[in-house]
Every structure is written in structure tokens, then in C-alpha cells.
């Protein structure tokens, strides 16, 4: 099992990581943002389609992990 991620998609902001071999196809992506998550696109995953913040928050809803983030820089105070 590899650590490394098939891609890599960054805005200023974040860096989410994508590790195509742990999806699960639950599409817990697609739905949580169209905009953002587009099976049918090239590249899939468009990190400025929507604010940073709402990426991250259906990010954390990925239930196999095939889908990771950081924060470019710290966001201190926000929840
Ligand atoms: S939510 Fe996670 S497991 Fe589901 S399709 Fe998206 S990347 Fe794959």
C-alpha cells in the first residue's frame, strides 16, 4: 500500500490529497459539492470551485480516507 498520492490539488489556502486506490466510490464528494467534485471531469477535484472551508468540511465526511487536506497556513479562531 503506497503513502504517496495519486494527485495533489492546492489553491493558497489548502492541499488536499487524493489517494485514488482508498476510494470507495461513496460519492460522498460528488454530493457534498458538484462544483468542487466532478467524477466526469479533468482534473476531478476543483480546490477554488468553493471556499476552502466547506471543501474541508466535506473532506472530513470521506469515509475510506481517499481524500485528505492541510491548511497551507494556520487558521487559528475558526471553526
Ligand atoms: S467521498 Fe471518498 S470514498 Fe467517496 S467517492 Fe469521494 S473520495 Fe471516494
Redesign the pocket.
Known sequence: MSDQPTRVYENDEIRVF?YAD?????????GGSWKA?D?SRRPWIDVNAIPAKELAEIID????G??RYEWKEQKEGTV
Open positions: 487524493w482508498r476510494c470507495q466510490h461513496a460519492k460522498k464528494c460528488v467534485f467524477l465526511r470521506c469515509p475510506s481517499a481524500l
